[in-house]
């Protein structure tokens, strides 16, 4: 296997129509996590991956199984909860900008806990996100056995801090989200969230501060996007788009630059796709955009 993503993935419910969800009258639905995100784009691209978590053993549950392995994911790996549902969050969108609603506590996803991945063969590349860490305790001890102690080597273990201040705050998370990020062979954050989880200014602050991550990339939203490798920093402007929904946007960055990174890309060329796939995410409504065309992956991929 290419990839292994671990998260929790749930519905997204979100108005068919403009308007804020408080007058919608009809909504429409979708799947969306984080790691589900990354593993649908890497399938598309032709990665072999998968993903694992739980779900409920419900309507939801059976509807992420669905979505997912129509999209190429090897779906192998999810366990099924009879006690807990599968989690679900609202979009409502509004002049400032799409505010998230979760209801995703006591999900099926909040109960993982070490020992989740025993017995699975290690891939060569084991995905996980600061969301999962923020679930639970347990799901945090998960996130410390797989990306710390390496229970899954030799893989490598990329990280995405996806702080998400619903769940947790900038007191407890930053601290963790740091030390996690740290130790990972691929640590992605957005300067945004740096600033406020670390009040960091630039790229390089947070290159300093996470001295221990193999290779960092710091997104800087619709400017440009500064990657680290031991003494090497490259910068990739972000290419111009009309945004129509913002939301996984950075889960298809991370998916492109990885599957760069798989392909023995440079850093410039993982950016250049990274950006590729953000571009499509922010002009589709929804999480999940439709990939570039093979041809277009292979021509930014060889143009070291």
């Known amino acids: 296997m290419d990839v292994l993503c671990l998260g929790e993935s749930m519905i997204v419910l979100a108005p068919t129509a403009a308007g804020p969800l408080r007058t919608a009258v009809d909504l429409q639905a979708g799947v969306a996590g984080a790691e589900s995100n990354v593993a649908v784009a890497l399938a598309r691209l032709g990665a072999d991956a998968a993903w694992h978590g739980k779900v409920g053993d419900d309507p939801f549950g059976l509807r992420v199984r669905d979505v997912l392995a129509e999209s190429g994911v090897d779906c192998s790996g999810i366990r099924t909860d009879a006690e807990r549902p599968t989690g679900?969050?609202?979009?409502?969108?509004?002049?400032?900008?799409?505010?998230?609603?979760?209801?995703?506590?006591?999900?099926?996803?909040?109960?993982?806990?070490?020992?989740?991945?025993?017995?699975?063969?290690?891939?060569?590349?084991?995905?996980?996100?600061?969301?999962?860490?923020?679930?639970?305790?347990?799901?945090?001890?998960?996130?410390?056995?797989?990306?710390?102690?390496?229970a899954l080597a030799p893989a490598l273990v990329s990280f995405d801090v996806n702080y998400r201040p619903a769940l947790w705050p900038v007191a407890e998370a930053g601290p963790v989200l740091a030390r996690l990020a740290d130790r990972a062979d691929i640590a992605f954050v957005g300067l945004?969230?740096?600033?406020?989880?670390?009040?960091?200014?630039?790229?390089?602050?947070?290159?300093?501060?996470?001295?221990?991550?193999?290779?960092?990339?710091?997104?800087?939203?619709g400017n440009g996007v500064t990657a680290f490798a031991g003494e090497?920093?490259?910068?990739?402007p972000a290419e111009p788009v009309a945004v129509v929904e913002p939301v996984g946007a950075g889960d298809a960055f991370a998916a492109g630059f990885l599957y760069g990174r798989l392909?023995?890309?440079?850093?410039?060329?993982?950016?250049?796709?990274?950006?590729?796939?953000?571009?499509?995410?922010?002009?589709?409504?929804?999480?999940?955009?439709?990939?570039p065309p093979p041809e277009t992956v292979r021509a930014i991929l060889e143009d070291q």
């Open 88 to 150: 679900v969050y609202f979009k409502d969108p509004g002049p400032e900008g799409t505010t998230v609603h979760y209801y995703r506590r006591g999900s099926a996803a909040s109960t993982m806990a070490p020992g989740h991945l025993d017995g699975v063969r290690a891939p060569r590349l084991l995905h996980l996100s600061g969301i999962t860490p923020a679930l639970s305790r347990s799901c945090a001890a998960l996130v410390e056995e797989l990306l710390v102690e390496r």
């Open 192 to 221: 945004d969230e740096a600033q406020t989880l670390w009040g960091v200014e630039t790229a390089d602050d947070v290159r300093k501060l996470l001295p221990g991550a193999g290779v960092l990339v710091v997104k800087d939203g």
């Open 232 to 236: 090497e920093r490259v910068y990739s």
């Open 263 to 291: 392909q023995n890309a440079s850093l410039e060329a993982s950016m250049r796709l990274g950006h590729r796939l953000a571009a499509g995410a922010l002009q589709t409504v929804g999480d999940l955009a439709p990939p």
